[in-house]
């Protein structure tokens, strides 16, 4: 059973910079792909980026590409993601997940470990 626990989040100017940090419990971290998924208030969760066990791969949603960086260090058993360029509409609690394999990687139920989520605020 893997814990993830999300830090980082808080309130920023619209073109401001957040780095997120996703923590995990156990050093088989790096046999996990990772995501970062948000959640708007009234909307559904939804996919922001992910990356590969060894981090050679990653993916992003297109409304972020170019703004939000995915990284991972599995030495310190912790997953990034920098945040560039936030705009209001980044407004969210993201969250942090975990799944064995590299398939699917955008859908929420495919994740099997979740963080407790940190609050992003962009104000205009």
């Known amino acids: 059973q893997v814990q993830l626990v999300e830090s980082g989040g808080g309130l920023v100017q619209a073109g401001g910079s957040l780095r997120l940090s996703c923590a995990a419990s156990e050093r088989t971290f790096s046999t996990y792909t990772m995501g970062w998924f948000r959640q708007a208030p009234g909307k559904e969760r939804e996919f922001v980026a992910a990356i590969s066990r060894y981090g050679t791969v990653t993916y992003y949603l297109d409304s972020v590409k170019g703004r939000f960086t995915i990284s991972r260090d599995n030495a310190k058993n912790t997953g990034y993601l920098q945040m560039n360029n936030l705009k209001p509409e980044d407004t969210a609690v993201y969250y942090c997940?975990?799944?064995?394999?590299?398939?699917?990687?955008?859908?929420?139920?495919?994740?099997?470990?979740w963080g407790q989520g940190t609050q992003v605020t962009v104000s205009s």
């Open positions: 997940a975990a799944k064995a394999d590299i398939s699917d990687v955008r859908s929420v139920i495919k994740y099997d470990y």
